[in-house]
């Protein structure tokens, strides 16, 4: 985002919540307004907030905290308006069409959206609609395409290899075979990777 051409955008999160979501609208809203200048607008709910219009100014005061806050404070929805083209009740307008129109209405030069596949490809379709669209990569899974590692991957990694750590003893107690499912939609790198650091006999992936 060049500061000669973006002076106002407007930050979302989109899909299911993850590990690091707000420090990384900390990290983002922080560097655009200290290093650039750049005002941040905060979208609620996703593109359900964008589509109805529910926007605020974000100021210093509401990125206290955020570090080590879980989920999002822009609060999150799985709304695909490219998907779903049913008119807004209060506007009357196709979502992508009511898109159009708040991203006019609140002077956004651009619009950062974090969020997993979904999230990204209806950014990607934004752009494609003529709007400056940045997508930040957020899943568990890690499967994002050309991303090396997506933020929220390394917590959930994390709490899964605690978990097999954990239960290691209860398996040895009892001589047991313990049998471990870990998220990660269409893709095995949470599963391989917590296997590894668990020291797990048998890794099955996708």
């Not at 905060?42 to 219009?53: D, E, F, S, T």
């Not at 989920?71 to 159009?100: C, H, M, Q, W, Y």
């Not at 998220?183 to 949470?190: D, V």
Request: charged share 15%.
């Amino acid at each position: 985002m060049a500061s000669s051409k973006v002076k106002t955008f407007g930050i979302l999160t989109s899909g299911g919540d993850a590990p690091g979501l707000n420090a990384a609208i900390r990290a983002v809203c922080r560097t655009a307004k200290i290093q650039y200048g750049m005002q941040a607008i905060g979208i609620r709910n996703g593109y359900r907030g964008l589509v109805q219009g529910d926007m605020f100014q974000l100021s210093p005061d509401n990125l206290v905290g955020l570090l080590t806050a879980g989920g999002t404070i822009l609060g999150t929805a799985r709304d695909k308006p490219f998907k779903n083209p049913r008119p807004d009740p209060a506007s009357g307008l196709l979502p992508v069409e009511a898109i159009k129109e708040n991203y006019k209405k609140w002077n956004l030069d651009a619009l950062v959206c974090l969020g997993g596949n979904g999230t990204n490809t209806t950014a990607s379709l934004l752009a494609q609609e003529g709007l400056n669209v940045i997508g930040l990569p957020k899943t568990i899974d890690n499967d994002i395409v050309k991303t090396d590692m997506t933020f929220g991957f390394h917590t959930a990694l994390d709490v899964a290899t605690d978990a097999i750590d954990r239960i290691h003893t209860t398996a040895h107690s009892h001589s047991r075979i313990m049998v471990i499912e870990v998220m990660g939609h269409k893709a095995g790198w949470l599963g391989l990777y917590s296997g590894i650091a668990g020291g797990g006999d048998v890794i099955l992936i996708p």
